[in-house]
């Protein structure tokens, strides 16, 4: 059984760029988050699809967006890259939305 | 304000000594709780986590934590420490609104 999936692994761009990074869930789980760790930091809640809606979202900016598939993968958009958009983006699935989180092997951001 | 604390940054233990990492919370209502582990560069694996019942758990790897409402704590131990167990460990809750907030993580070093 395949976990949690992410891609690319790594990525570099520069400021003012945009950015898709893909996640598929586990087999079985339909709700897909997104985190987005910074170094040295636990990771911050962006938001979370359930349906392919948005249900819930922390507080970054609108620069940040994402989209669910009917086969409930998930990518996360970043528009207008910031220096400080360098990190570390840990997608997790869960069966429903109030369910255990399981996280995928993450994307490296880097932004020049 | 809700927030997940974690006072230890940084724990060096020997290999075969017992580790505590403490976990504290600031939350309305009893959160559900959660310990991930995870190695450098790669993404959060579940350890253990809390949602009611028994305030002992049992997890992975020869973890354990325990949850005290009184302290509002959930700290997690291991009576014997492997090499392995080198890695940045995290607390999170999830106060029942689909997200996890996560403390800043404890960096865990085993010299021999």
């Known amino acids: 059984d395949a976990g949690v999936t992410q891609s690319p692994t790594h990525l570099i761009k520069t400021r003012g760029q945009q950015v898709t990074l893909r996640c598929s869930p586990k087999s079985g789980h339909d709700t897909v988050s997104w985190y987005q760790q910074a170094l040295g930091q636990g990771p911050q809640f962006i938001f979370q699809y359930y349906e392919e809606e948005e249900r819930q979202r922390g507080n970054f900016p609108d620069r940040f967006s994402g989209h669910q598939f009917p086969n409930y993968s998930s990518e996360l958009n970043v528009n207008a890259l910031l220096l400080g958009d360098s990190a570390l983006y840990l997608c997790?699935?869960?069966?429903?939305?109030?369910?255990?989180?399981?996280f995928g092997p993450g994307t490296r951001l880097t932004v020049l | 304000a809700q927030s997940v604390t974690q006072p230890d940054i940084h724990i060096t233990v020997s290999e075969g000594a017992s580790l505590e990492l403490r976990c504290n919370y600031s939350?309305?209502?009893?959160?559900?709780l959660f310990w991930y582990v995870q190695s450098p560069g790669q993404g959060l694996q579940l350890l253990l986590k809390y949602f009611s019942g028994d305030t002992l758990v049992q997890g992975i790897k020869g973890f354990e934590a325990e949850f005290k409402r009184s302290q509002s704590s959930f700290n997690l131990r291991k009576p014997s420490v492997h090499w392995s167990d080198a890695a940045e460990y995290f607390c999170?809750?999830?106060?029942?609104?689909?997200?996890?907030?996560f403390g800043a993580g404890t960096t865990v070093t085993v010299r021999a």
């Open positions: 999170a809750v999830d106060a029942n609104d689909y997200k996890l907030s």
């Open positions: 997790a699935s869960s069966r429903t939305s109030a369910d255990t989180q399981y």
């Open positions: 939350y309305g209502a009893t959160p559900y």
